[in-house]
T-cell receptor, first 113, second 112 residues
Framework: GDSVTQMEGPVTLSEEAFLTINCTYT??????LFWYVQYPGEGLQLLLK?????DKGSNKGFEATYRKETTSFHLEKGSVQVSDSAVYFC????????????FGKGTRLSVIA | DAGITQSPRHKVTETGTPVTLRCHQT?????MYWYRQDPGHGLRLIHY???????DKGEVSDGYSVSRSKTEDFLLTLESATSSQTSVYFC???????????FGDGTRLSIL
């Protein structure tokens, strides 16, 4: 079945550092891809999405580009803030099958001042 | 924010007791989902619904049942709670199977 693999965390960065969280996927066809963010004590929030190859999703300074050649959807931000500390989940909606949404295991980001 | 309310937000109960968690939405979305989140396992789908009275099992459905008698409400029931069902439970909704899901704030359930 379809799957998502994220880089292991935790990731610790200093404020204003560049962030990359790697995400690769295995899927039949071309799934829709998402990044969700979960702040402490809260539910998951949709951060950005891309529905076809070469699409770039962006929100709150975060970006990710749908790369079908490398089956990747890496999350990037040019300058992180302490308030970006959270758990980030990469996910996909399969084009077929019974699972509505497939998640990666999540990557915890801690940003220190 | 999507109009999703989960209740209760916290619950502590004893092994063997029945527990029902409620998810209420004000978005009139067709799809509703129940997940559990546990350290080391990420989010796992329990059950989902694609319409009133239409439900299907997810990855970890054993020990759980669901009901959806109205578009806005999706109930998750643990008929006889066990300690392994201690978890944080999230409800999500979407307007279609190929649309992004939006999540509630979760219910923290502890079974002693």
């Amino acid at each position: 079945g379809d799957s998502v693999t994220q880089m292991e965390g935790p990731v610790t960065l200093s404020e204003e550092a560049f962030l990359t969280i790697n995400c690769t996927y295995t899927a039949t066809g071309y799934p829709s891809l998402f990044w969700y963010v979960q702040y402490p004590g809260e539910g998951l929030q949709l951060l950005l999405k891309a529905t076809k190859a070469d699409d770039k999703g962006s929100n709150k300074g975060f970006e990710a580009t749908y790369r079908k050649e490398t089956t990747s959807f890496h999350l990037e931000k040019g300058s992180v803030q302490v308030s970006d500390s959270a758990v980030y989940f990469c996910a996909l909606i399969p084009r077929s099958g019974n699972t509505p949404l497939v998640f990666g295991k999540g990557t915890r980001l801690s940003v220190i001042a | 924010d999507a109009g999703i309310t989960q209740s209760p937000r916290h619950k502590v109960t004893e092994t063997g007791t029945p527990v029902t968690l409620r998810c209420h939405q004000t978005e009139n979305h067709r799809y509703m989902y129940w997940y559990r989140q546990d350290p080391g396992h990420g989010l796992r789908l329990i059950h989902y619904s694609y319409g009133v009275k239409d439900t299907d099992k997810g990855e970890v459905s054993d020990g759980y049942s669901v009901s959806r008698s109205k578009t806005e409400d999706f109930l998750l029931t643990l008929e006889s709670a066990t300690s392994s069902q201690t978890s944080v439970y999230f409800c999500a909704i979407s307007d279609g199977r190929d649309q992004p899901q939006h999540f509630g704030d979760g219910t923290r359930l502890s079974i002693l």
